[in-house]
Structure formats: C-alpha cells, structure tokens
C-alpha cells in the first residue's frame, strides 16, 4: 500500500498498527540524541536526515565513522552507507528486535540514498528519484527541472562501504539510480541536480523526504 503519514508530538501519541515516519532536526544535546535512538528509532517505521543530522547522531551513539568531527566537502558515500547500514541493524527491525525502523531516506545537497530492509518497502527506486527531483523544483521555485538552472555535482564513482569490502560504483549518466545490496539491507542511491541560484530551501527537507514517501510502497507487518 501506499505510505501515508501522521504528525505527532510524543512518544506517547507514536500509533501502532500504521507507519510513522520521523524527521529529525538540527540539535547539539548528545545526550538527547542518544536517547532518540534508543527510544524512539523503535517505535517508527521511517526516518529522514541529512549529513549533519546523522554525523552527529553517530557521534553521539558511538556507531561507525564517530571520530570524524565534520565532514570534508561533499559526504563520503562510503561513510555514509556505513552509518546508515548501523542504524538499521542496530537500531532497525529484526527477527531479534521489537522494532519498526525499516527506512532512512538520507539526503545531503548533491545526493540522496534511500536504505530499506529487504521485504518491507518497494519502488524505492522511484521513491528516491522524487525525492531528487523534488529538491531541485521546490529550491528553483519551478514546476519541472529547468536544466539552465541546475547542476550536477554527485561524485562521479564512489566506494559503497569503508568498514568492509565495499564495491566501486562509477555513475552512468543513462541509469543514474544506483543499487547495491548488503546483508539484508538495500540502497538506492541517486545525483541530485542542484538549483544554481537557489530562491526556496526553507523546509527542503520535509519536501523531500514526503516526495519520497508518496512514492514508496509500504508491506504492512503488524
């Protein structure tokens, strides 16, 4: 079924039976942090962050990557493939774990991945797709991609992991969503066309993390 979603205000409204999905925002209180994983990473079904967001969020639960102080430039894929695989196997569901977080959509300013556990999502290719189309429309203020307006600046290949073996991606222009799979867990990774002179970015990130969950299709496991 298509995904839908519901504001909520406390881990005590978090409904069960339906999918929720959770937006994290800026903040500097590690141990805050810290307790939103613990805490509420089990209780929702979907999550949105950008590079900033999940730096400090590894830093502040100790997971891959934490000894990094900021990112240099673009965000390593690598690096951030390795934090995301974590947050799902340590924080995600399992045969193991009474969790429902089975979906990051990361997105940072040239690229966005989409990382879901195996059986519980589909169409994430166009899932992830629209949520980088929708970052280049909503930043230009226009209706479609205006290609005098945007540029791409996505690494052009990239190592999938640093804490394995990870395997070399080289983008191809023609199939630009790329997939890779590791124990259990998919990504989908897509460039991101980036508005030159950008007039709307207040509220990008919901945007995109909602364009993408118009376009995700949900199996119910409740």
Same mark, same amino acid.
């Given at each position: 079924?298509?995904?839908?979603?519901?504001?909520?205000?406390?881990?005590?409204?978090?409904?069960?039976?339906?999918?929720?999905?959770?937006?994290?925002?800026?903040?500097?209180?590690?141990?805050?942090?810290?307790?939103?994983?613990?805490?509420?990473?089990?209780?929702?079904?979907?999550?949105?962050?950008?590079?900033?967001?999940?730096?400090?969020?590894?830093? !502040?639960? #100790?997971?891959?990557? %934490?000894?990094?102080?900021?990112?240099?430039?673009? =965000?390593? &894929?690598?690096?951030?493939?390795?934090?995301?695989?974590?947050?799902?196997?340590?924080?995600?569901?399992?045969?193991?774990?009474?969790?429902?977080?089975?979906?990051?959509?990361?997105?940072?300013?040239?690229?966005?991945?989409?990382?879901?556990?195996?059986?519980?999502?589909?169409?994430?290719?166009?899932?992830?797709?629209?949520?980088?189309?929708?970052?280049?429309?909503?930043?230009?203020?226009?209706?479609?991609?205006?290609?005098?307006?945007?540029?791409?600046?996505?690494?052009?290949?990239?190592?999938? !992991?640093? #804490?394995?073996?990870? %395997?070399?991606?080289?983008?191809?222009?023609?199939? =630009?969503? &790329?997939?890779?799979?590791?124990?259990?867990?998919?990504?989908?990774?897509?460039?991101?066309?980036?508005?030159?002179?950008?007039?709307?970015?207040?509220?990008?990130?919901?945007?995109?993390?909602?364009?993408?969950?118009?376009?995700?299709?949900?199996?119910?496991?409740?």
């Amino acid at each position: 079924m298509a995904a839908s979603c519901r504001v909520v205000t406390s881990i005590s409204d978090i409904p069960t039976g339906i999918p929720v999905h959770l937006e994290l925002a800026s903040m500097t209180n590690r141990e805050l942090m810290s307790s939103i994983v613990h805490q509420v990473f089990p209780a929702v079904t979907s999550l949105g962050l950008n590079e900033q967001e999940l730096l400090f969020l590894t830093q !502040s639960a #100790s997971g891959p990557h %934490s000894s990094l102080s900021s990112w240099n430039g673009v =965000p390593d &894929v690598g690096m951030v493939s390795d934090i995301l695989f974590w947050i799902l196997k340590e924080h995600g569901r399992s045969k193991s774990r009474a969790s429902d977080l089975t979906r990051i959509h990361f997105h940072t300013l040239v690229y966005h991945i989409l990382a879901t556990v195996d059986g519980h999502w589909a169409n994430q290719l166009a899932a992830v797709a629209a949520g980088a189309r929708v970052a280049g429309t909503q930043a230009c203020a226009t209706e479609t991609i205006d290609t005098s307006r945007v540029s791409l600046r996505a690494p052009q290949e990239f190592m999938t !992991s640093h #804490s394995e073996a990870g %395997s070399r991606i080289v983008l191809n222009p023609n199939k =630009p969503v &790329v997939e890779w799979h590791r124990e259990g867990i998919s990504f989908h990774f897509t460039p991101v066309l980036v508005c030159k002179d950008p007039i709307r970015t207040v509220g990008l990130g919901d945007a995109i993390s909602a364009e993408g969950l118009v376009y995700s299709e949900v199996h119910p496991h409740y």
